[in-house]
């Protein structure tokens, strides 16, 4: 076993990304027991299994392998820093939220919470389209069933890590494949076309890396399935643009129906209105507003 630590910003708290990691039991993709989360990673051609856990004001990385190369050590922790978002510097957005009405309580209640993120694009992208239309427990069952059936395991003693499907992997599938995991036909068809974009190269997480917001947005809308709130929910899992939010979403318009006291749903110009005011932490905003739910 070798270990890895990871320096945190005191803005930083592993209780609640654990709390956010544990929101499903039909969870593969990682699995949190006690204080440590478990999880299977893809580290050059290789497959390694990380315990991370929290000790002494850092991240704890230890990697079940017998050996790793000084790059290959670089890219675990490099993962677990985009996944943990530990290179934000909370400070501005926590001055900020800390003088407004609807994310005081919140930034307190919940001080150190970070956007857990999804590194791979590929995924961030299907998981925000098996998630559309559909209540979050379903969503995860769909999720579950595609991970058994097309992606890689790996065992280690007393536990089974899962990773996500490769695209190339499930761009060659039909629709009638996926349809008897209780896909319907369109779910299904978008699952294979988003496949099909990343497999091919037309769309790619280096390709869209640096670019502004609009411009990745829209070459993201071109796969069939992307929609806006497809395309906000991925960039800001993946990338964190401060302004990739999905304000079509329905929660987000229900929290602010609770916090303006309304008697009706807020329009869009009047969610704009609400979030012009967090220009540059629209994001972040939003995962905190997602909280109080």
């Known amino acids: 076993?070798?270990?890895?630590?990871v320096p945190v910003p005191k803005e930083f708290s592993f209780d609640q990304a654990l709390s956010f990691l544990k929101r499903s039991p039909r969870e593969l993709l990682h699995q949190v027991d006690g204080?440590?989360?478990h999880k299977a990673l893809r580290v050059d051609d290789d497959v390694v299994a990380i315990a991370v856990s929290f000790e002494k004001k850092k991240v704890r990385i230890d990697v079940l392998a017998e050996s790793l190369t000084p790059t290959q050590q670089e890219e675990v922790i490099a993962y677990v820093r985009e996944w943990f978002d530990l290179d934000t510097d909370l400070k501005p957005f926590y001055a900020m939220a800390e003088k407004d009405k609807l994310l005081k309580d919140l930034v307190q209640q919940y001080y150190g919470y970070r956007i857990?993120?999804?590194?791979d694009l590929y995924e961030a992208v299907t998981w925000a389209m098996l998630g559309q239309q559909i209540n979050v427990a379903f969503a995860y069952t769909l999720k579950q069933r595609f991970v058994e059936h097309f992606g890689a395991s790996l065992q280690m003693m007393d536990k089974k890590y899962y990773l996500f499907p490769v695209p190339e992997a499930v761009a060659v599938l039909s629709p009638d494949v996926l349809m008897p995991l209780q896909y319907s036909r369109q779910k299904a068809a978008y699952t294979i076309t988003i496949a099909e974009a990343f497999a091919s190269g037309t769309v790619s997480k280096e390709s869209l890396?640096?670019?502004p917001l609009q411009e990745a947005k829209e070459r993201l809308m071109k796969i069939k399935g992307v929609g806006n709130w497809t395309a906000n929910y991925a960039l800001m899992k993946t990338f964190r643009y401060p302004d990739a939010f999905p304000l079509e979403d329905a929660g987000l318009y229900n929290v602010v129906?609770?916090?303006k006291k309304l008697d009706r749903k807020p329009t869009p110009d009047e969610m704009k209105k609400v979030f012009k005011?967090?220009?540059g932490w629209e994001a972040y905003a939003t995962l905190y507003l997602w909280k109080s739910l």
């Open 35 to 37: 204080g440590t989360v």
């Open 1 to 5: 076993m070798i270990t890895l630590t």
């Open 257 to 259: 129906k609770k916090y």
């Open 277 to 279: 005011k967090y220009k």
């Open 116 to 119: 857990v993120g999804q590194p």
């Open 209 to 211: 890396k640096g670019l």
